[in-house]
DNA sequence: AATAGCATTGTTAACGTGTGCATTTCTATG
DNA sequence: CATAGAAATGCACACGTTAACAATGCTATT
């Protein structure tokens, strides 16, 4: 069926030892008899056999990009600039495997023989068993947003918190006291650092705020409206609003303008993330960019490192986030 | 290193034949001597060595998800449904390879031995060498919304014309004679569908447009933006816009309020995809739905069927397209 | 007890490739 | 020409698993 290497050492009239040599650049090969062997073997279209090369090497070429969960929480800008980051570095070299890491009814099948390498895109603690067993099975392994501390592995983080302190602090610089946050997924990491910089923004500038000021999100277009909708129903209503992404920002505006107020004259609306849609809001939006392209550039080059060099080393690179200002927030 | 049936045999005491017949299910072992195996198998953590397998019995168990590009044209949505949509058929039983056509530098590293089978989820016909090649191969390989006629493939194609069609004729329902149109990417079949759709509406309701109403996009937010402001441009400005996705309607949009204009009050815009953030647009959006997610679904399912019965046939199966009514087109 | 048939287990080889060590060939030197 | 050393090539085995066919053991029947 498919080439060999033994038909063409039938041709070449060598062993398929010689064959081997002179396919894989070896020293011990007369060049003149490597040429000839190369010339049969392009005439042939021989492609090695992966799995018989990955059997005898203890490769597999497979790189897994896996996402704490593909099912919800997850939005469509993250997954894409996620993959499209990864593919950029890796381009043919590796097959690049896509998966939640809740899909895996046991974690066994991932094993060194499976997989040379890993990088999680971690959105929870949900995965800490998963980044534990990886680790344990000394699977080459880089972790992208959020930070692991019990694990010895690279960490590559988007710096959430002082985004979201300095978007807090931008509010408050415009003269917004009355702050209101739409928090995102409960559970998630990126949920806490960004609360973490919204409250300590308002600390640092001797701010408090009602509880009621504090909603819960989903991360998602619906969750962002349906939060919104409960702070304009409040009887003390908040100037400004903290939205802890893009998605649930374009829902809460949506539950703006539905009351016929609008924003920013109404009240005030930031997000987070800085998607592509989010310039092209009405109003465009303020909001805090992440780099997770570059993130996922830099970890799949880190990873590639790693493999080819056996050479890792515990670190945390926080990536710097940035504040974006466009037309959604109000001077007062 | 890792465990392998060897160590079990010599464990158990019989030899590894017996242990791969224990493993594998097979009807020529005594039930006893099976459950004994099992045990220490699980005992061990044995998970099997893929790449040996894979040898032996002359499959892969990998997927592959390719796109035209990945660069460009390919918006976070249509990644994210499709994606999902196979993830969810094929969960930890396959490899799901996620990447680019364009990104190989050449295809005959994609053969029988390394995929057992590719979904190619095809925008244009830039990639007709390599379905041609996969077909040629006799890779089982599934063809995903874009009609392909020249290979033995199987075919899920949203209905994309019918789509447009029904669109443009609810704007002429709605009383709109001076209907434009910013067309998606040149070169991609859903850009041509589109056009074709919105072109045979008119000419069944008598209307014709002048040449000005046709505007080329990318299928981007920027394009749309641009698109739109020179269609606001003209002195004979259109009534309603169709923009052949929800990106570049986002976009023009935008466009239309920084004028100081108001959707639908001063022209009228409609989208077509029905992306999560559409319902949620400032007006919320009215589109065509496509279901992306459920055509790669059906996909998979097909595509797996086809590896293990060895059975497949040239079939197209067009998905419905679904016309959703919101607030962006006034009736005039 | 002998025989036949079935169930169970094991031997051997295959899959395609890479590599350690043995063998052969070639070249340079005395 | 003989010898030593280097270069080139080949043999044999390994990697981990599956499967064809052979061998062995068990059971039922005459």
Redo the contacts with the bound molecule.
């Keep these: 069926?498919?080439?060999?290497?033994?038909?063409?050492?039938k041709l070449a009239?060598?062993?398929?030892?010689?064959?081997?040599?002179?396919?894989?650049d070896?020293?011990?090969?007369?060049?003149?008899?490597?040429e000839r062997i190369k010339a049969i073997a392009g005439s042939m279209n021989?492609?090695?056999?992966?799995?018989?090369?990955s059997?005898?090497?203890?490769r597999s070429y497979n790189l897994g990009l896996f996402f704490t969960t593909l099912h919800t929480g997850t939005s469509a800008g993250f997954l894409y600039e996620a993959v499209k980051g990864v593919n950029d570095v890796i381009k043919d070299d590796y097959n690049l495997i896509v998966r939640g890491i809740d899909d895996y009814k046991s974690f066994h099948k991932v094993n060194r023989?499976n997989f040379d390498g890993i990088i999680v895109m971690s959105q929870s603690e949900s995965d800490q068993s998963f980044i534990e067993y990886a680790s344990d099975k000394e699977i080459p392994l880089v972790v992208l947003n959020r930070p692991v501390e019990s694990v010895q592995v690279m960490n590559f983080v988007p710096d959430d918190q002082s985004g979201a302190y300095r978007l807090t602090e931008y509010l408050v610089q415009q003269g917004h006291r009355k702050i209101a946050i739409i928090e995102g997924k409960k559970g998630f990491k990126s949920t806490q650092a960004r609360r973490d910089g919204y409250r300590e923004a308002l600390r640092k500038h001797g701010i408090s705020v009602p509880e009621s000021f504090y909603v819960s999100g989903n991360y998602d277009l619906e969750s962002g409206h349906a939060a919104m909708s409960r702070l304009l129903e409040l009887p003390d209503r908040p100037t400004a609003v903290f939205c802890c992404n893009d998605d649930m920002a374009l829902g809460a505006v949506k539950a703006v303008t539905e009351r016929g107020m609008s924003v920013p004259e109404d009240i005030s609306v930031a997000g987070f993330d800085d998607h592509l849609f989010s310039a092209f809001m009405s109003p465009a939006l303020t909001t805090v960019r992440r780099p997770i392209e570059e993130i996922s550039r830099a970890g799949a080059e880190k990873l590639l490192n790693f493999i080819e060099k056996k050479h890792s080393e515990k670190s945390v690179v926080l990536f710097r986030t940035e504040l974006v200002v466009r037309d959604s927030v109000k001077s007062i």
């Design positions: 069926m498919s080439v060999t290497i033994k038909d063409i050492a009239g060598v062993s398929h030892t010689t064959v081997s040599r002179a396919l894989n070896s020293p011990l090969i007369n060049p003149e008899t490597k021989y492609t090695p056999n992966y799995s018989a090369r059997l005898v090497l203890d023989k």
